[in-house]
């Protein structure tokens, strides 16, 4: 299958109460759970921080309820809860953990040393800024993640968190990267909508059990792990990783298209919604604000909808594909819900880096930071701004 | 030197758990504990090591000096690491197979301590070691919270000016089921701490007195002659507690000066120097005051049997 028929088979119409599953009213954070159970994970660690805390109390529960074969050690910091992840992935569990805001930002070291020890890792981010204190929906902590060497995906709902659980740790196992799957905070963590779950059965014949490589302990042949590396070897680690990071946008429409296959869901490392020859201008957007998107340019013929769902790597093919399909003197507005101290957000960064040579009208929004809520009439105002006029900032901040 | 004294020293080793080729300094403590720590614990460990000297001394990848498994981690994150290394044994059925953390005083007194309290707090089945030298010797003979008082480091270079940090009772406060202190002149007693350790479950802590020419300044060929006199001056006192219950395991039998022990070592010279004033007589006194609370609590633990 190509890119571009991955990009446009998203969410075909009409989809109906998908078979082998059941349907269950559901917070993206339980959905997160649900899938960790689904997932056939055995170790997880836990740290409290809102919002991403209903999370690890979920499995918890699942647990002391006997619904789930796992073991959930409280920890007592983020620091720990990624280093004793490190530990039991390295002898062979598949292992989860989330966390949120500074919880991530003070792991930050570990989330270092899992991606270079190349630790099949799969992690839910639920998105907080990090000081004043404030937590509410904001992609800026794991987006300052993102040189880490980690994948990051970007989820829009309930579903797509339960799916993209799945759909990590194969996608991690394969190619022994760790992944981040990240919630916008309250939109999606605290908010309830349908969910379908698959059965086990089906969860496990897209998700067979984590295969041990050499890479893991084996008490019967023992090595050291992670010993000093010397300058003679350790770029030879780094152009292998970088080898890995080379084939997740294609493993990920890949696998998404099994999982579509088998669960009746496609997935793509973007979506194009209305994106033709008379497209003049495509909104960029990321998680939870994308649905808001989506109703606002249905009375906007020309308006197009790009949403990013694997942000690191950046999906660089599937964005030129996309393009491709618009009017060439397309305009692109990126919405970025993260500030880094930088004059434009993440995503346009990351846009200009992929469009880097072609002539295209680019434009940076600040939306939604902090949790300032992004209803559809401030999508509106975005598009009354006057992109044609020569005078028009290249970034705007909108309340 | 002074005085010789000979405690019993019989630690028989049958079969070596590590290889040869170490990477230590000449007279370090790390290479021979690592001998006897394995020795002990049998070639089907899992050691966990965090940034300390060891992390260099157990060789670069892909080299492994010890006949078990290593796992190197990050400098806070020693116990943490080993928790997640127990959990996914024990899931596979390997109950039995010891997990050791082998960490320096730095990544165990300071930056490592919120991870060592969690895990000893949840009772973690896990052994861990911490070789004290009393200073962050890889990076160059920096102050850590386990450096005494008095000591010259690079970031105290007038001498350190506060006691170290009484991490045993820390530790015993998490109430462990083993926990003792040790030293490389105490083979006996080392040997039987390590077996008693590896025998108890839950977390078990041993502190041991880590001898380091290059950073405590002394000739490489007298370090466990200075390990002995740590002890036998009282500077280091050999305990342990089993379960809460604390014994002195060496009473010495002479009193002897701590500057005996002091004198012989670069990191106290200015403590004997012309200028120095009464530095001496002070840690003099702190090494007598903690070792009449030992006794003390020794005495009172006795009497309620």
């Given at each position: 299958?190509?890119?571009?028929?991955?990009?446009?088979?998203?969410?075909?119409?009409?989809?109906?109460?998908?078979?082998?599953?059941?349907?269950?009213?559901?917070?993206?954070?339980?959905?997160?759970?649900?899938?960790?159970?689904?997932?056939?994970?055995?170790?997880?660690?836990?740290?409290?921080?809102?919002?991403?805390?209903?999370?690890?109390?979920?499995?918890?529960?699942?647990?002391?309820?006997?619904?789930?074969?796992?073991?959930?050690?409280?920890?007592?910091?983020?620091?720990?809860?990624?280093?004793?992840?490190?530990?039991?992935?390295?002898?062979?569990?598949?292992?989860?953990?989330?966390?949120?805001?500074?919880?991530?930002?003070?792991?930050?070291?570990?989330?270092?040393?899992?991606?270079?020890?190349?630790?099949?890792?799969?992690?839910?981010?639920?998105?907080?800024?990090?000081?004043?204190?404030?937590?509410?929906?904001?992609?800026?902590?794991?987006?300052?993640?993102?040189?880490?060497?980690?994948?990051?995906?970007?989820?829009?709902?309930?579903?797509?968190?339960?799916?993209?659980?799945?759909?990590?740790?194969?996608?991690?196992?394969?190619?022994?990267?760790?992944?981040?799957?990240?919630?916008?905070?309250?939109?999606?963590?605290?908010?309830?909508?349908?969910?379908?779950?698959?059965?086990?059965?089906?969860?496990?014949?897209?998700?067979?059990?984590?295969?041990?490589?050499?890479?893991?302990?084996?008490?019967?042949?023992?090595?050291?792990?992670?010993?000093?590396?010397?300058?003679?070897?350790?770029?030879?680690?780094?152009?292998?990783?970088?080898?890995?990071?080379?084939?997740?946008?294609?493993?990920?429409?890949?696998?998404?298209?099994?999982?579509?296959?088998?669960?009746?869901?496609?997935?793509?490392?973007?979506?194009?919604?209305?994106?033709?020859?008379?497209?003049?201008?495509?909104?960029?957007?990321?998680?939870?604000?994308?649905?808001?998107?989506?109703?606002?340019?249905?009375?906007?013929?020309?308006?197009?909808?790009?949403?990013?769902?694997?942000?690191?790597?950046?999906?660089?093919?599937?964005?030129?594909?996309?393009?491709?399909?618009?009017?060439?003197?397309?305009?692109i507005i990126n919405i970025d819900r993260n500030f880094l101290g930088d004059h434009e957000g993440a995503l346009m960064q990351e846009m200009k880096r992929a469009l880097y040579g072609k002539p295209v009208k680019i434009f940076g929004i600040y939306a939604g930071l902090g949790g300032r809520d992004v209803p559809p009439e401030t999508i509106e105002r975005i598009l009354k701004i006057n992109f044609e006029s020569p005078q028009t900032e290249e970034v705007h901040w909108i309340k | 030197m002074g005085k010789t004294m000979s405690p019993a020293s019989k630690f028989l080793i049958n079969e070596e758990n590590i290889y040869s080729g170490a990477l230590s300094c000449r007279g370090c403590g790390w290479t021979l504990l690592a001998r006897y720590v394995s020795y002990v614990m049998g070639p089907e460990t899992v050691y966990v090591v965090p940034a300390c000297c060891f992390s260099i001394i157990s060789g670069p990848n892909p080299m492994n000096l010890m006949k078990g498994t290593v796992v190197h981690t990050l400098f806070a994150a020693a116990a943490a690491t080993a928790t997640g290394v127990r959990h996914a044994l024990d899931r596979q059925g390997k109950q039995d197979t010891p997990v050791v953390v082998l960490a320096g005083d730095g990544g165990t007194f300071d930056i490592g301590l919120q991870a060592l309290s969690g895990a000893a707090a949840r009772g973690e089945n896990i052994l861990y070691i911490c070789n004290n030298n009393a200073a962050y010797m890889n990076t160059g003979v920096q102050s850590s919270t386990g450096t005494p008082k008095g000591v010259k480091t690079t970031t105290d270079p007038a001498g350190k000016k506060t006691a170290a940090k009484n991490l045993m009772g820390i530790v015993e406060a998490h109430n462990l089921s083993y926990c003792a202190t040790a030293s490389p002149a105490f083979l006996t007693d080392l040997q039987a701490k390590l077996e008693k350790a590896k025998k108890a479950s839950g977390f078990r802590f041993i502190m041991i007195d880590g001898p380091c020419p290059p950073g405590h300044k002394h000739d490489p060929d007298i370090s466990i002659q200075l390990a002995r006199l740590a002890v036998e001056t009282r500077y280091f006192p050999l305990f342990e507690a089993e379960n809460g219950r604390f014994s002195l395991t060496h009473v010495p039998e002479e009193t002897v000066a701590v500057s005996e022990y002091m004198k012989h070592q670069g990191r106290f010279a200015q403590l004997f120097s012309d200028e120095a004033t009464n530095g001496l007589t002070d840690i003099q006194k702190q090494v007598d005051e903690q070792w009449q609370k030992l006794l003390d609590r020794q005495q009172y633990e006795n009497a309620g049997t």
């Open positions: 299958m190509t890119t571009t028929e991955s990009i446009l088979k998203q969410n075909p119409p009409g989809a109906g109460i998908p078979s082998r599953h059941s349907k269950k009213v559901m917070k993206g954070n339980i959905a997160a759970a649900e899938a960790v159970r689904l997932s056939r994970v055995s170790f997880v660690t836990a740290y409290p921080i809102t919002p991403q805390t209903t999370i690890i109390e979920e499995i918890a529960s699942m647990i002391a309820r006997g619904d789930f074969d796992a073991i959930s050690v409280n920890m007592e910091s983020e620091h720990s809860v990624f280093a004793a992840l490190m530990g039991a992935s390295l002898v062979g569990e598949r292992v989860f953990t989330a966390t949120s805001g500074q919880g991530l930002l003070y792991a930050h070291e570990v989330l270092h040393a899992i991606a270079h020890m190349r630790l099949p890792i799969v992690a839910c981010n639920v998105g907080r800024p990090s000081f004043p204190w404030n937590i509410w929906a904001d992609q800026s902590d794991s987006i300052s993640q993102r040189d880490t060497g980690w994948v990051q995906y970007y989820c829009e709902s309930s579903q797509e968190v339960l799916d993209t659980v799945l759909q990590s740790y194969k996608l991690s196992e394969k190619l022994g990267l760790p992944v981040m799957v990240v919630l916008d905070a309250f939109y999606l963590s605290h908010t309830s909508e349908n969910v379908y779950i698959p059965d086990q059965d089906l969860a496990d014949t897209f998700l067979p059990a984590r295969r041990i490589t050499e890479n893991q302990v084996d008490l019967n042949h023992p090595k050291a792990f992670g010993g000093l590396v010397d300058p003679s070897l350790y770029d030879t680690y780094n152009r292998q990783y970088w080898d890995a990071i080379h084939q997740v946008e294609d493993e990920t429409i890949e696998m998404g298209h099994e999982f579509g296959e088998l669960f009746g869901r496609e997935y793509g490392a973007v979506e194009a919604v209305n994106i033709h020859s008379g497209t003049k201008r495509i909104l960029v957007t990321m998680a939870t604000i994308t649905t808001t998107a989506r109703q606002v340019i249905e009375h906007h013929p020309d308006v197009g909808l790009l949403k990013i769902r694997l942000f690191k790597p950046f999906p660089k093919k599937s964005v030129l594909d996309v393009l491709e399909m618009a009017d060439e003197d397309c305009i | -």
